[in-house]
């Protein structure tokens, strides 16, 4: 089976973000299929490139990379353009590529565009993954304001969900939320997965932070922004020392437009329990993970968040740490039944101080949280087991003909698969 994949965000383990598609590929490409997907340059992907466009290879994958800049700091604006560029470009690979099956990953949804060409100018089946709900986040967000805009994003999304065979989301809730607004049965989730073998291998506390102490830090890893909730962790560090507990640590790995202006803040009010590492390599930051305290999933209070599928979840499950979060939708309901972390008001930094002081000083409770996450990750989120359960659908929507005739596939992944 030949597989087009449109990405933008395409990165390896030796970058500082998520390697779901690279994972999820690599495991297709060693059972005998093709694929080749078409990204960009992100500014937290290890992918480099010299020419407009070129041609690279990594373990089998076929990977047509567009020398298009995008970063998180970038204004909104120019990360619009960005994605208009990347679409427009795309699309040229959208019509010259064989494929079986095209899958478009979303957002931006802007990536929609050269899967509808492949659809419906050289007639191939699509895949729409939704990795994020655009536009409703943008929305939510405040970054789209314009009438006019809103009133196409919408009629774009609808185009995409139209025009697939099959729609794969990133997590329950938004599979509930597209069911929901547009009445689709054909729709799955298969979230974001983990390296069990890179995040659970036992690894040596590093030692490059002479202040940091085994379990006495609570770590932050991604984007450091104003959908994240990034004050509310400053803030906690700022809480702990003024209850004179500045042994406990808020350690901060990633980037963003927030990040120096944190840094500067802390530093001018003399926050020395607040420590921001920078973007680091996966590989690199699994140490960091292994030996925190708790791992915080932070995000602003707002619905669309609340069905969002961060990869820094499952890698700290991975990695037998209990996680903290701000959200109402699924990874609430996944924490409180299965007992290995909590969900806290994101508008609160002394109740995570209190959380933080009260796991510092039950180190077995935390322990026996720790191994009750990685067990849990083990059986459920493991990149192979995703992999294999994407490519069912890849299958089926390929050897299915005509499309109406392909089954429906519920969403598996609900809590009651884990009584």
């Given amino acids: 089976m030949k597989v087009l994949y449109f990405y933008q965000l395409f990165s390896t383990p030796k970058g500082a973000w998520g390697t779901r598609v690279y994972e999820f590929t690599r495991n297709w490409v060693k059972q005998g299929h093709e694929v080749t997907v078409v990204t960009s340059i992100y500014s937290k992907s290890d992918l ?42 795309s699309s040229y690979y959208a019509l010259t590529l064989k494929a079986d099956v095209v899958i478009a990953s979303s957002g931006p949804l802007t990536v929609g565009i ?21 536009p409703s986040g943008a929305i939510e967000l405040g970054l789209i304001k314009n009438s006019l805009l809103k009133k196409v994003c919408y009629w774009l999304e609808k185009q995409c969900y139209k025009a697939s065979s099959y ?34 291998t036992p690894t040596q506390f590093p030692t490059t932070k002479s202040d940091l102490r085994p379990k006495q830090y609570a770590i932050y890893t991604g984007n450091i922004g104003m959908a994240n909730n990034s004050y509310w962790l400053y803030n906690t560090a700022k809480s702990l020392q003024l209850q004179g507990r500045s042994d406990i ?16 803040r802390a530093r001018e009010e003399g926050i020395t329990n607040y420590i921001n590492l920078g973007l680091m390599p996966k590989e690199n930051l699994v140490s ?3 030996h925190a305290l708790v791992s915080v999933v932070s995000f602003k209070a707002t619905p669309v968040l609340d069905t969002c599928s961060p990869n820094k979840f499952f890698e700290s499950l991975a990695a037998g740490v209990p996680v903290i979060q701000s959200t109402q939708g699924w990874m609430k309901d996944f924490l409180e039944e299965h007992k290995v972390g909590y969900t806290l008001d994101p ?25 009750r996450a990685s067990n849990v990750a083990a059986v459920h989120f493991d990149k192979d087991y995703l992999a294999e359960k994407m490519l069912k659908v890849l299958q089926a929507v390929h050897e299915t003909s005509p499309v109406d005739s392909l089954p429906t596939v519920d969403s598996e992944f609900s809590l009651k698969q884990y009584n």
């Fill in 114 to 134: 050269p899967g509808l060409i492949a659809k419906y100018i050289r007639g191939r089946k699509l895949v729409f993954e939704v990795r994020d709900l655009w």
């Fill in 249 to 264: 640590k808020i350690l901060m790995i990633g980037d963003g437009q927030q990040r120096e202006e944190l840094i500067e």
């Fill in 167 to 200: 729609i794969i989301t990133l997590s329950p809730g938004m599979t509930q939320d597209i069911q929901r607004r547009f009445d689709i049965s054909k729709i799955t989730d298969v979230t974001n997965a983990a390296n069990i073998s890179l995040f659970s």
């Fill in 48 to 89: 480099k490139a010299t020419k407009f466009t070129e041609s690279q290879s990594f373990e089998g994958i076929k990977v047509k990379v567009l020398n298009i800049r995008l970063d998180n700091k970038q204004s909104f604006y120019k990360r619009v353009w960005s994605f208009l560029q990347y679409s427009t470009l």
């Fill in 288 to 290: 960091y993970l292994q």
């Fill in 347 to 371: 508008n609160d930094p002394d109740q995570l101080a209190k959380t933080l002081i009260n796991m510092s000083e039950n180190p077995e409770a935390v322990h026996t949280m720790g191994l």
